[in-house]
């Protein structure tokens, strides 16, 4: 039996899927989702037998279609405040995650939703995604990062247009500002392309790839001297056991067997 009520987790061939399941909601995230969503990804960063992470949604009709509405409803500014943050905390474990986390984007990604799917490193979404920030039109504004993670993504003329309007966008229109690496003609096919993608990754050194998501975010952080992480994250490498293996499979004409180590 599963841990969680309202996530559902598969491993296949290293890559933990985490499906948020509460489809009668359009699986949006109340509390009890981000605090499973917490202990998962935490639980994902020393699982050895995981090396890479998608996110989606259970259902064709949608990935997460905001907060829960009906729990947002009763915030007042006290737990408002620790709401958010509690959001923030959890989405940026996944944004530092030394894994590559995927979201595969199924039909609606609003608020909330479209939030975790930028604290992820990478987009893939179906043709059927539905993606905004419409939190003004409920007389509040993105809670878990999303102001901050849309203008990193799109540029801040973009974002401010999509934060205040509240505007809806189709697939085509995310592919086209940034906001998705990949639009596919159906969900299977976004799953599928996504693993593709974290294989590619696999065949690389890990202690590279998870230096390389601590580098590009530095490059986000104003108190952060991103050329200084880089410099000595580059440093860090060349002491590894895959830097020796790497340069030694190239020169012998070879593919690398990296151990992460
Ligand atoms: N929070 C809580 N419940 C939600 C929800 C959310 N963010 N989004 C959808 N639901 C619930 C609906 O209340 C409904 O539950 P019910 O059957 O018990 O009434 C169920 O999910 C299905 O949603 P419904 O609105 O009937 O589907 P739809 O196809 O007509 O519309 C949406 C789909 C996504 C356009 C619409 O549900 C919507 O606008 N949701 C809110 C989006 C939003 O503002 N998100 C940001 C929140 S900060």
């Known amino acids: 039996m599963s841990k969680y009520s309202n996530l559902q987790i598969e491993v296949t061939d290293q890559i933990q ?83 590559p986390v995927i979201a595969v984007i199924n039909g609606y990604a609003l608020g909330g939703g479209m939030e975790l799917a930028l604290a992820c490193h990478l987009r893939v979404a179906s043709e059927n995604a539905i993606m905004g920030l419409p939190e003004v039109t409920l007389g509040i504004i993105p809670g878990y990062g999303g102001t901050q993670r849309l203008s990193q993504l799109v540029g801040k003329g973009k974002a401010f247009e999509l934060i205040m309007t509240g505007e809806k966008i189709d697939a085509t229109e995310a592919f086209r500002l940034g906001l998705v690496n990949y639009v596919c003609k159906s969900i299977d096919l976004a799953k599928t392309k996504s693993t593709d993608i974290l ?63």
């Not at 064709?60 to 737990?79: C, M, P, R, T």
């Not at 690389?204 to 998501?213: E, G, R, V």
């Not at 994250?233 to 790497?246: I, K, L, R, W």
């Open 199 to 261: 294989n590619k990754i696999f065949e690389n050194a890990p202690l590279a790839i998870s230096m390389t998501i601590d580098c590009i975010n530095a490059a986000f952080l104003p108190d952060e001297d991103g050329y200084l992480i880089e410099a000595n994250s580059f440093a860090n490498c060349c002491t590894s056991e895959d830097f020796h293996e790497g340069t030694k499979a190239f020169l012998e004409k070879r593919k690398p067997n990296f151990k992460g180590k």
């Open 17 to 99: 899927t985490i499906n948020i399941n509460r489809p009668e909601k359009l699986n949006a995230l109340n509390i009890k989702t981000i605090e499973e969503l917490k202990d998962c990804i935490q639980t994902a960063y020393d699982d050895g037998e995981v090396k890479g992470i998608i996110i989606t949604g259970t259902g064709e009709k949608s990935f997460v279609a905001g907060a829960d509405i009906k729990e947002i409803a009763d915030l007042n500014e006290v737990n408002a405040r620790k709401f958010s943050e509690n959001g923030q905390e959890v989405f940026e474990l996944i944004e530092k995650c030394p894994k």
